[in-house]
């Protein structure tokens, strides 16, 4: 039998359930692994061992009793205000009971750990943080993703079998692709976001879930939305296919294994693969930036960024100055792009049930100098992701990433959308070809990370 | 700044205009990120959205209400 902490998160909770696992075992488990194995990913940048402790005394018989899992350092928890990554982030924190915290609290969860993420959330690549950067299990030189950095490497490296993450622009489904996870973003909406500093403007966060697999999205993302997702089927699933930047400049190698794993989920489901136009696509990446952009600016003053942190990075001092720069204008267009877009996708849904295409265009960059070769050049790792990422934000949709390759020993996934409220769809697609592919990506487990080696 | 794309003329009098200052490396990824934004951005203006009215205070969990 595997390690108790290896097993996914629902065989942790039945286990605990069936009196096979003592749930305090498993905490001090999680604790030592954390101790042994995150000091060469820096996946966690706090745990709280008595707080723990008394979250497992308190816990209540939910669904997730004992088993220990890891928050995104973007909400409070009652011992512990968030930092969002970095020295500054421009608005009043306080510990408290976010959503997230709530939810997982009420279903008899640990949180075991806070995880590390991209300072300010502002990033795909996860290299910078007032932490120092979490570094991806696979290749600790290479960048994990972001913004949920530390939920992701903490899963990919086993700390925990799941994490609680955040979504605004790619931020769940980046570092799933990158470190071999799956990764739901939810409809806007429909997980828990109380207590989020920017839960009351954003147009684009919602929590979600990063776990192995889909099964345990299942589970947890249960757990945040506050209803179960029902296991269905996929049959006669009817996928789109885009041909367009997202979908064809990208890497060989992923290109390769995610038009692979669409042959493998349409015969999986016995549906079929057909064609969509999406013109909409471009103009929606950028206002998805620009909303996002614009809806974090509510408390900013020229005096507060005259006043900075110190010890917030020049990139971000330099980016949070120049989103000051921003027209109106081009605010109100992305209103109207949005509009746009969730329309033609409205269409578009009446006659396929999933988008299918790759999350990312290249395996993870490096860590110190995020770049990625495409057909089309050399770009920075963030002007390329965003390209397939940001739809699901602006428009409201969830998407979901899974494993389905590897390059270079890292790992590709591929993103699927579903429309509104078809959460559950995405994980049964996830599902299908997770059979089809005899679960390989899912359980494919990097070597510890203190064994790996690193590059020159 | 006839392409909108001068970063060493626009940002400064921005800033100016703002009132807030930068040093050297904040000015160099401001640069660099002008030269990422500014021209989709200029795009998305020149865009023709005239016809389009934006659904007033959508509800993102939903599709939008049929035309």
Redesign the interface.
């Known amino acids: 039998m595997s390690a108790p902490l290896d097993l996914p998160l629902r065989e942790q909770a039945a286990a605990i359930a069936a009196g096979d696992v003592v749930a305090g075992d498993l905490l001090d488990a999680a604790l030592a692994r954390i101790e042994e194995r995150n000091p060469a990913i820096n996946a966690v940048v706090a745990t709280f061992p008595e707080r723990s402790r008394e979250m497992l005394a308190a816990a209540p018989a939910g669904p997730l009793h004992g088993v220990p899992v890891v928050i995104k350092d973007e909400w409070p928890l009652p011992w512990r205000a968030q930092r969002f990554g970095a020295a500054d982030m421009l608005a009043k924190t306080a510990p408290g009971e976010s959503g997230p915290y709530r939810a997982l609290r009420d279903a008899g969860a640990v949180i075991v750990g806070v995880g590390n993420m991209h300072e300010l959330g502002a990033s795909s690549t996860g290299n910078v943080s007032v932490y120092g950067p979490a570094r991806n299990p696979w290749n600790p030189e290479r960048c994990p993703g972001g913004s949920s950095s530390g939920p992701a490497a903490a899963v990919a490296a086993r700390l925990v079998a799941g994490a609680v993450g955040a979504d605004g622009v790619g931020s769940i489904r980046y570092p799933a692709g990158y470190c071999g996870l799956t990764g739901l973003k939810p409809t806007f909406g429909r997980s828990a976001m109380d207590g989020h500093h920017m839960a009351g403007v954003s147009t684009t966060i919602v929590s979600g879930p990063l776990c192995a697999d889909a099964g345990d999205c299942r589970l947890l993302g249960s757990v945040l939305f506050g209803e179960e997702l029902r296991a269905g089927d996929a049959n006669g699933l009817r996928i789109g296919v885009i041909e367009d930047e997202v979908s064809a400049d990208v890497a060989p190698a992923v290109r390769e294994a995610c038009e692979s794993a669409i042959e493998d989920l349409r015969a999986a489901t016995d549906g079929d693969v057909r064609r969509i136009e999406l013109p909409e696509l471009a103009a929606a990446t950028l206002a998805t930036v620009l909303i996002a952009n614009s809806e974090s600016l509510g408390g900013v003053t020229p005096e507060r960024l005259n006043n900075l942190d110190p010890e917030l990075s020049p990139l971000g001092r330099g980016l949070l100055k120049y989103r000051l720069m921003l027209p109106a204008v081009a605010t109100v267009k992305a209103y109207q792009v949005r509009t746009m877009a969730r329309r033609r996708l409205a269409e578009v849904f009446e006659e396929v049930d999933v988008i299918a295409w790759p999350t990312l265009p290249a395996v993870a960059p490096p860590l110190e100098a995020p770049l990625v070769e495409l057909p089309s050049g050399t770009l920075t790792a963030d002007a390329a992701n965003v390209r397939g990422g940001a739809l699901a934000n602006l428009t409201g949709i969830p998407a979901i990433s899974v494993p389905v390759g590897s390059e270079e020993g890292l790992p590709v996934g591929l993103q699927l959308q579903a429309a509104w409220g078809r959460d559950e769809l995405l994980l049964d697609a996830a599902e299908a070809l997770e059979r089809a592919n005899e679960r390989r990506w899912v359980e494919a487990v990097p070597p510890p990370a203190s064994a790996v080696q690193t590059e020159a | 700044m006839e392409d909108g794309n001068d970063a060493d003329d626009?940002?400064p009098a921005?800033?100016a205009a703002?009132?807030?200052?930068?040093d050297e490396?904040?000015?160099?990824?401001?640069r660099a990120?002008?030269e990422?934004?500014w021209p989709?951005?200029l795009?998305?203006?020149a865009?023709d959205?005239s016809a389009?009215?934006?659904?007033r205070d959508?509800?993102?969990?939903?599709?939008?209400p049929?035309?």
Not at chain 2, 25 to 30: D, K, P, S, W
């Open positions: 626009f940002i921005a800033l703002f009132g807030v200052e930068a490396i904040e000015l160099a990824v401001m990120a002008h990422l934004f989709p951005t795009e998305l203006l865009l959205t389009v009215a934006a659904e959508p509800d993102l969990s939903q599709a939008p049929r035309r």
